[in-house]
Each structure stands twice: as C-alpha cells, then as structure tokens.
C-alpha cells in the first residue's frame, strides 16, 4: 500500500450522466401516450413491448420537447463543445410501453445521435433499472475483478432506478440497456434521440 506523499487526483474523460425530476410533464404526456399505444393491438411474444410512432406532431408535448432541447444543448455547451454553430434537432422521440418480461438490450446510438435520454411515466414495483456502461474498451480488456458490489470508480456498469417524472440525459456514445421487467404491470417511458445540427450561417462540415 502506497503510504508517501498525498496524490493529486486528476479525473479526465470522464462519462457524465444527467437526472432531473419534472413531474408537471406526466399527465400532459401520459395522456398523448395512451392514445398512441391504443392503436398498436398485436404484442410480439418473444419482445412483450409497445413503441408508438414519433410524437412530435403532437401540439400538447411542445412545451416537453423544447426543454428537451434546451436541456441537450445547454449540456454539450457546458462540456465544452462550441454550440453556438449548432442547434439540437429530434431524431426519435417515441414511447415504450414494456410488459411482463420485455427487455430492452444493450445498444448505442451512433451518427448522427450526440444526446440520448429517457422520461419516466408508469414505473410499477418491480420496474427494470436503466443500465449505462463503461465506454472504454481498453478497460474492459484488462479489467481486475472488484473488491465488493459498492459503486466506485472501478465499476463497469452503473443502474439508476426509475421513477415517474425523471429524466436522464447522457452523451449518444454511452451503451444502455434496462433488464427485464419482473413486474406483471406495464412500464412506460418516454426514449429520446437528438442531433446537434449546424446553422445556417455555420460552415463546419460534420
């Protein structure tokens, strides 16, 4: 054990991920769902899951889609990234609606996706945890086993309970995935994709 002088700690490259509660979207959101998720009438057995169609033609969820927007572009600017060339375009915005069950494996949203997130609706007991995953494969290469299942710095995946009215943002680079739902109750959720578009009058290529 290293027992010499203190040293410094300096944390680069790290891999953020956001939360927020905003419980004044449920209801207006819910009811947008609903209606949607009536129209789909065959589930897939083998993926017990309901997706709706984007809801972006819907007036009633502006007021959800702009602080979506506003919320994406606020935190690639605070990362460093120069946003004032570009604005935060939707390229998917749908509900899920997982039964008893349905699983959602682990993926990652490529180009042009740069935020990814979720807004929780209806989360039951025994709702899935959301699950994010170290990005770094030189690490998982040469991983050590860890020393207990506490949450430290060595962790290769980190699982955030969900709960009605939660947000979560994260970079589009970052994998996720949420387990299997045990629970005999339907759990909803709104999935977000965005693009960082270039202005008009922005001559970067991208």
Request: charged fraction near 20%; include cysteine.
């Amino acid at each position: 054990m290293y027992t010499g002088s203190p040293l410094n700690l300096h944390s680069h490259f790290t891999t953020p991920i956001y939360t927020v509660e905003k419980p004044e979207f449920i209801e207006k959101i819910n009811q947008v769902a609903t209606s949607e998720l009536s129209t789909i009438t065959e589930i897939d057995p083998i993926y017990p899951v309901k997706q709706t169609k984007n809801i972006f033609d819907h007036p009633e969820v502006e007021d959800f889609l702009r602080f979506i927007g506003d919320t994406s572009w606020n935190i690639l600017n605070e990362q460093g990234y120069n946003m004032d060339l570009y604005s935060m375009d939707f390229l998917e915005c749908w509900v899920q609606e997982h039964f008893t069950h349905s699983v959602m494996e682990q993926h990652t949203h490529v180009f042009p996706s740069h935020m990814v997130g979720f807004y929780f609706l209806n989360v039951p007991e025994n709702a899935p945890k959301a699950k994010f995953y170290d990005p770094r494969p030189a690490k998982t290469q040469i991983d050590l086993p860890q020393r207990s299942l506490e949450l430290t710095m060595c962790c290769p995946v980190v699982a955030f309970d969900p709960k009605p009215g939660l947000f979560i943002f994260t970079n589009a680079w970052l994998a996720h995935s949420f387990v299997k739902n045990a629970s005999n109750s339907p759990f909803r959720f709104v999935h977000f994709n965005l693009s960082a578009e270039p202005l008009k009058n922005n001559p970067v290529v991208i």
